[in-house]
């Protein structure tokens, strides 16, 4: 089964009712893409009128609460992002790693929230410059999905893992085509030790600082099934053209 490539993008702590119009322009031209799957993970303010307006593209969230219901103040559950029209959400993203001190096991049960109610899940690691400089970026990645990964991927929602280095996040700096294959060839290794040969099927996003001019030649690089893209997906100018590099690719077979 060849897999196909997901591009997902996500919107931080930007849009509002007058980018639905840009939300709207990203799903027509998406449109043409047919062996891409495209997702844009908007914020939640956001997500039931994305999803009622461009009904035929995914909308995700970017964030979710690990319990169903209950005293949590300003929090989502998984079963609220379904009821608004979610289809995904991203779990474990380094700017909340970092600013909201998440840790790996309530990534983990952040992600495992998410599939046991149907929402797909995507699901970030990535190491600081520091700790690349220090030649641990596979082992603190390794860790990081020890620690994160839940227990089993669920037979009706989809896990993916994104690649995302936390010093490429928004910087206009990327790792090279080497560096970003030999992290996700150790991601795959780990993902079939996990889970057997449904490792094959998890998909593995590279993010940080993808853009048109690159896009292409990241997704040359074996395992690499697709990317998170933050600055470039506001704008559908910005973000078709990863789209159409991710459909130009070759398909991994799965
Ligand atoms: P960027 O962000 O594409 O703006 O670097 C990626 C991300 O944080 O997911």
């Known amino acids: 089964m060849a897999l196909r490539k997901l591009i997902a993008g996500n919107w931080k702590m ?21 062996n891409v799957d495209i997702a844009l993970c908007v914020p939640a303010i956001l997500i039931e009128r994305a999803s009622r307006a461009v009904p035929d593209l995914a909308i995700g969230g970017q964030d979710v609460h ?18 608004a029209g979610a289809a995904l959400t991203i779990v474990g993203h380094s700017e909340r790693r970092d600013a909201q001190r998440e840790s790996d096991a309530e990534v983990k049960a952040k992600a495992e929230a998410a599939l046991r109610c149907g929402l797909s899940a995507i699901l970030c690691v990535g190491e600081s410059l520091a700790l690349r400089e220090q030649g641990a970026a596979v082992s603190t990645v390794l860790a990081q999905l020890d620690g994160s990964l839940p227990d089993r991927p669920a037979s009706d929602a989809e896990l993916a893992v994104a690649y995302e280095p936390v010093w490429a996040i928004g910087t206009g700096k990327i790792p090279t085509t080497a560096e970003i294959g030999e992290m996700h060839a150790a991601i795959r290794e780990c993902l079939l030790s996990r889970y057997g040969d449904q490792g094959q099927s998890v998909r593995i996003l590279y993010g940080g600082s993808v853009k048109a001019s690159n896009a292409a030649e990241i997704f040359t690089v074996p395992d690499v099934d697709g990317a998170l893209v933050g600055g470039a997906s506001l704008r559908a100018a910005d973000f078709l053209p990863i789209v159409a590099a991710a459909a130009a690719a070759q398909p991994r077979a799965a």
């Open 14 to 34: 930007h849009g509002q009712s007058s980018d639905l119009e840009e939300i709207a322009a990203i799903a027509a031209a998406s449109r043409q893409f047919e």
């Open 66 to 83: 690990h319990a169903e219901k209950g005293a949590h103040t300003g929090c989502i559950s998984a079963d609220m992002l379904l009821d």
